[in-house]
């Protein structure tokens, strides 16, 4: 069975892990972005005065996603 979610935020990475985790081998998981990065968006507040920089709150969603054997295409 093949899945696609689409849209990558909270909602559509938790899902992508969830079904993966749930069902395991009987599903293949893909994750459509238009972004390849998850950017942490409470965050974001603390970027314009210097309490964090913008690495520190971005993460490159293939690298996390391929550890779990799932598939993330922009």
Known sequence: MKVLVVGGNFAGSTAAMEIKRKLGKAVEVMLIDRNPDFIYIPSLIWV???????????????KVLAKKRRTFCT
């Not at 314009?48 to 293939?62: F, K, S, Y």
């Open 48 to 62: 314009p005065i210097g309490r964090r920089e913008i690495d520190d709150i971005v993460v490159p969603r293939d």
